[in-house]
């Protein structure tokens, strides 16, 4: 490190939020010194493509890497590995980093992530679990993975439908252990859900939904042999928790910085903390929600890049804003992509917001074209104003791109009206006559006028 | 005593029970409603009173009023964010 003589912005955490704060800091102050602390060997990699390499679609975990390490230094971004800050120090500037001792910044920035939720059951410190974060780890992970016969995945959170299909592509075979009724169930409707349940089963995937994890049960080399749900004993040879992301936040909270409900850093559209000098990002954070404004934590990795972005640019002294979210989401899980936006009809029932649904089932391409596949939309609208408010959709192809637009859509005050009767792309390699979301959008009128009509 | 970290504290108890058991009392309400399985019925006397007292009395409370209960809890929804512009009219 340079002897401080100019402002030194020191980033704790080197995953999106973090890597995304360093660059933009160095961007918005370039005489600037930034100071990246990770306690991991690398930078840079996607962790999201970690399940695919173990389900084989991607050949080797290198193609993870976005960029090696001398391309940081050659940036200017000066990133101390496997460096862990156990302490913060408001008051004098300082943190305090495992192996460097007390280091001193002029502008902080908190980007220290997520951990697994603990399963909270004993057996939970045997080995033979797997914790997907690390591309290290999942190297050695993999190898693991090469000799099990039996995998157990916990839990059907988005990462765990990645593992659950990457694992059953990989012939390897997977039981799923969740305590919900369906799979993704805190986040997709049961008739979204339903196709990929249908899928996996095809691939031989063993569901135990409803069912209540109870204990790892170990060898006498504490090595995991089963595992113990409510619903009896599954043999395992390896354990995949893919349990929620919970914040990582001990040294902020410890510092004093203010925690929200979420256990997320309360931070503002700056990306300020309630500690002057010191802003914060990524899954280590909370922010509202755009249509309800309850704040949300533990979004995705571009979510985490984006407010790394600006975390960056302010603590640097630049001007930059985030914006309140929609949450567009999607994956493939089994054979299908599932995906939505904002709400489904599960989370607007737990929350008691009304809504009125049209859904409908259309096609990605023109119905005579090769490799046509399903599209399932289902929209949400305020009765009242009609204005769009949530989606859900599963389908063969072009979900991604759907949610992205329904996230823009809900986000500017587009009403079903205006969907109903939207322009849409017809080419028949590449979209059908009738466009799913449109038609949904006219069910949804129907169905907002046979309410009303009702009284 | 810092009421400010109790307060944050309480919102955070408040928050984890109420949003996994209204999350439970909604897969179970939606799916008798379209045939879909749904969750067990609760045991013990804290699925019970969630499940059971909680989440119906909730439902009864009109939405303006659970949404000004829940605006008022601490957390970023209260800091500074600038609402978005409506831009309804074309752009040249």
């Known amino acids: 490190m340079t002897p401080k003589t100019v402002a030194r912005t020191v980033v704790v955490g080197g995953g999106a939020a973090g890597i995304g704060a360093g660059g933009a800091a160095r961007a918005a102050d370039p005489s600037g010194e930034v100071v990246v602390f990770t306690e991991y060997e690398d930078c840079a990699y996607s962790p999201c493509g970690i399940p695919y390499v173990h389900g084989k679609e991607i050949p080797d975990f290198d ?55 603990d399963p909270g059951v004993p057996g939970s410190a045997l080995s033979g679990l797997y914790y997907v974060k690390n591309i290290r780890r999942a190297m050695e992970w993999d190898k693991v993975i090469d000799q099990a016969k039996v ?8 990462l ?64 995991v042999r089963a595992v113990r749900t409510s619903e009896g004993e599954l043999p395992a040879d390896l354990v995949v928790i893919c349990t929620k992301k919970k914040p990582r936040n001990d040294i902020a909270a410890a510092a004093g910085i203010a925690i929200g409900s979420t256990g997320g850093i309360i ?8 500690q002057a000098g010191v802003w914060a990002a990524g899954d280590c954070i909370e922010v509202p929600h755009g249509v309800s404004n309850v704040p949300l934590q533990g979004l995705s990795g571009s979510h985490a890049y984006s407010q790394g972005k600006v975390a960056g640019t302010n603590a640097a002294g630049g001007d930059r804003k985030y914006q ?9 899980a ?13 989370l607007a029932t737990a929350l008691g917001i009304p809504y009125v649904v049209g859904t409908a089932q259309g096609i990605s391409r023109a119905r005579y074209y090769p490799d046509v596949k399903p599209v399932k939309v289902k929209l949400l ?28 859509a809900i986000k500017v005050g587009i009403t079903l009206e205006d969907l109903a009767w939207m322009e849409n792309v017809y080419s028949p390699p590449i979209g059908a006559l009738n466009e799913p979301i449109a038609v949904a959008a006219q069910n949804g009128l129907a169905a907002a006028a046979a309410a009303k009509a009702k009284g | 005593m810092d009421f400010g970290a109790q307060t944050r504290r309480a919102a955070r108890w408040l928050r984890g029970n109420s949003e996994h058991y209204l999350l439970l009392d909604a897969q179970a309400r939606l799916a008798a409603a379209q045939g879909w399985p749904g969750p067990p019925r609760p045991r013990g006397a804290k699925e019970v009173f969630w499940l059971r007292v909680f989440a119906p009395t909730y439902r009864r409370i009109p939405w303006k009023v659970r949404s000004a209960l829940i605006q008022a809890m601490p957390g970023s929804h209260r800091q500074t964010w600038t609402p978005p512009v409506e831009r309804r009219n074309p752009a040249i």
Request: charged share 25%.
């Open chain 1, 63 to 117: 193609r993870l890497f976005l960029a090696g390490k001398e391309a940081y230094v050659e940036a200017g971004i000066d990133i101390h590995y496997e460096r862990k800050v156990t302490g913060l120090d408001l008051a004098r500037h300082q943190v305090t980093v495992e192996g460097e001792g007390e280091v001193g910044w002029d502008r902080l920035v908190i980007a220290t992530g997520f951990d697994y939720a």
């Open chain 1, 151 to 158: 995998a157990v995945v916990i839990e059907a959170s988005p």
């Open chain 1, 160 to 223: 765990g439908l990645e593992m659950v299909t990457a694992l059953a592509h990989r012939g390897i075979e997977t039981h799923l252990v969740d305590p919900h009724p369906w799979a993704l169930a805190e986040a997709a409707d049961a008739d979204i859900a339903a196709p990929v349940e249908e899928s996996w089963a095809e691939m031989g995937v063993k569901m135990h939904f409803n069912t209540r994890l109870e204990a790892f049960v170990g060898d006498d080399n504490n090595q």
């Open chain 1, 267 to 274: 931070v503002d559209e700056r990306m300020a903390t309630s």
């Open chain 1, 324 to 332: 309140p979210v929609y949450v567009p989401w999607g994956m493939v």
């Open chain 1, 334 to 346: 089994g054979k299908w992509m599932i995906g939505g936006v904002s709400f489904g009809e599960t």
């Open chain 1, 381 to 408: 609208a305020d009765p009242k104003t009609l204005r769009l408010i949530g989606a859900q959709m599963v389908g063969g192809e072009g979900i991604k791109e759907r949610a992205d637009f329904l996230a823009m």
